[in-house]
C-alpha cells in the first residue's frame, strides 16, 4: 500500500522548509490543545456550574488542564504530525519528533509564563508528546510511504 500523493508534491519543498513545516505543525497541535482547554472551561462554567466562585472556576480550569493537557496535547501530536508524513519523503520518525519537541516548547514555555514553574505532570505529558510524534512517523514509514521494504 502506497500514498496517494505524488513524489514531486513530497520533494518540492527544500529540507529546510520541512523542518520548519514539522516545527509549525507542533505548535499547531499545542495551540489546539490549549484551545480545546479554554473551550470545555468555558462550556463547563456557562453550561453546568453558573454562578461558581472565580477561584472555583480557577481550580476546575486546573483540574481540566491537567486532564485534558496530557491527552488533548498527545491526540494532537499525533493527529498533526500525521498530517505532515505526506509532505515529506524521509525522516518520518524524526519529523515526527521535531513535531512533539516543538509543541513541549511551547508547552513548557506558556507553563514557565503562567504557572511559574512545571507542574509535575508536564513530565509524563512530554514523554506521551514524544510518543505520539514518533509512532506517527513510525506508522507512516511503516505503512504508507512509498519503496518501503517488507
Known sequence: MTHS??????DSAPPSARWLRAIGYGLFAEIATIITIVLVVVFYQYVFARGLT???YTLVGQHIGAIIG????TLYVFVFARRLMP???SGFVAHGIVVALAAIALSIGGSIAGHNGLPAGYTLA??????????????HQRFFAPNRTV
Request: hydrophobic share 45%.
Open 70 to 73: 496530557p491527552v488533548g496535547g
Open 5 to 10: 500523493s505524488t513524489p514531486l508534491q513530497q
Open 87 to 89: 509532505k515529506i519523503s
Open 54 to 56: 472565580k477561584d472555583a
Open 126 to 139: 512530554s514523554a506521551l508528546k514524544i510518543i505520539a510524534g514518533a509512532s506517527a512517523g513510525f506508522l
